[in-house]
């Protein structure tokens, strides 16, 4: 019974934290509330198609989305699942535009999961530091060791500087950026 109570205590806190975040993340966003929940159910409708579909594979391409223009970033194993994927972000209802950033898959290299998940870690650490920047309006993706942000910021200056920052991770082979400023 106290496990049980435990687990459910757990689980409350989670919840409670998951709200917090969201209202925090809607406070400092550039878009409003309305915008941001469109965006988000463009989203969730993409990654739902994706997981239906024969073709695509879910966990090789994340998705973000901003203002209706959808951002596909990731890598593919045959050009069939690029495609496809694409296609799929192109026909969802509300897309306005689609924009890839997709890789094809390499056997092995020197740059794999680990060493991606340490720039991005070490990515979202340098704008978190900096004050000028509202990092939780940046998604930070890599791919293959190559840094890809995407977001709306308030101003170039954010941009410029979140470029920097990416560019200065040790074992960074480039930086895109699909950053855009409301300002």
Not at 9 to 36: F, G, P, W
Not at 46 to 69: E, M, N, Q, R
Not at 157 to 162: H, M, S, T, Y
Request: hydrophobic residues 40%.
């Amino acid at each position: 019974m106290k496990n049980y109570l435990a687990m459910i205590s757990c689980l409350v806190l989670l919840a409670m934290a998951s709200a917090c975040t969201t209202i925090y993340k809607t406070a400092v966003d550039e878009r409003n509330v309305k915008t941001i929940a469109s965006d988000t159910k463009i989203k969730a409708k993409i990654l739902a198609k994706f997981v239906d579909d024969d073709i695509v594979k879910t966990l090789d391409i994340s998705t973000a989305c901003y203002y209706g223009h959808v951002y596909l970033v990731g890598e593919y194993e045959t050009e069939k699942r690029k495609k496809r994927a694409i296609e799929i972000a192109k026909k969802t209802e509300g897309v306005k535009t689609v924009t890839a950033y997709l890789l094809s898959k390499r056997k092995s290299g020197p740059c794999g999961t680990k060493d991606n998940i340490t720039i991005t870690a070490k990515v979202k650490g340098k704008l978190i530091k900096d004050k000028d920047i509202w990092s939780t309006n940046i998604d930070v993706k890599t791919v293959q060791c190559n840094v890809v942000l995407v977001g709306i910021v308030g101003s170039k200056e954010e941009i410029r500087k979140a470029i920097a920052h990416a560019k200065s991770v040790e074992g960074v082979r480039s930086v895109k950026s699909f950053l855009k400023s409301a300002h």
